[in-house]
């Protein structure tokens, strides 16, 4: 009998850690496809390099299609060195806790791996520099966010809530 116990549990384990896995990518989908489509709206910085040199100007140091270039691979960045990170170590602080607490821990882990990414990024002195992109990002990067935590929660049962389909026992 300990032998068939062993196994259900085992299998059981193995499905538990599969759907959080699953959970966790979806949601990482999720929130940088809406990170990315925030970047539809171009931030101030890009606008104004994008206007600033004509593009026959020979002191123009790279073409305007760089800019866009440029807020791709920041967005890249961003999703995978501060988003995926902040998701991951929010839910897991916010796992005994409601979802409102998550949906507090999530963006104030990514406002410091943020600063922190920029900070070591741009290379700069004071934090006043910082703070506008700063800003910027956490503004974008917020609602992506708030989806990565909305949807671990709905897809991953809470400690105190029993599984849909589970009886309970008498």
């Not at 070591?120 to 002195?125: E, P, Q």
């Amino acid at each position: 009998m300990k032998a068939r116990d062993h196994e259900a549990t085992s299998t059981t384990s193995r499905t538990s850690v599969l759907r959080r896995v699953a959970a966790h990518l979806a949601a990482m989908h999720l929130s940088g496809t809406l990170l990315l489509l925030t970047f539809l709206v171009l931030p101030a910085w890009a606008l104004d390099a994008y206007g600033a040199v004509p593009a026959d100007d020979p002191s123009a140091d790279v073409p305007p299609f760089m800019i866009f270039m440029a807020l791709a691979v920041g967005c890249v960045i961003f999703h995978v060195a501060v988003q995926i990170p902040s998701g991951l170590l929010g839910t897991w602080l916010g796992r005994n806790r409601t979802a409102a607490a998550s949906y507090v821990l999530v963006p104030a882990v990514a406002g410091v791996l943020t600063f922190v990414l920029l900070w070591a990024v741009l290379k700069v002195g004071p934090a006043t520099q910082v703070l506008p992109l700063w800003a910027d990002f956490m503004a974008r990067g917020s609602v992506a966010m708030a989806s990565y935590v909305w949807l671990t929660h709905r897809l991953l049962p809470s400690p105190g809530r029993r599984p849909e389909g589970h009886a309970a026992a008498s």
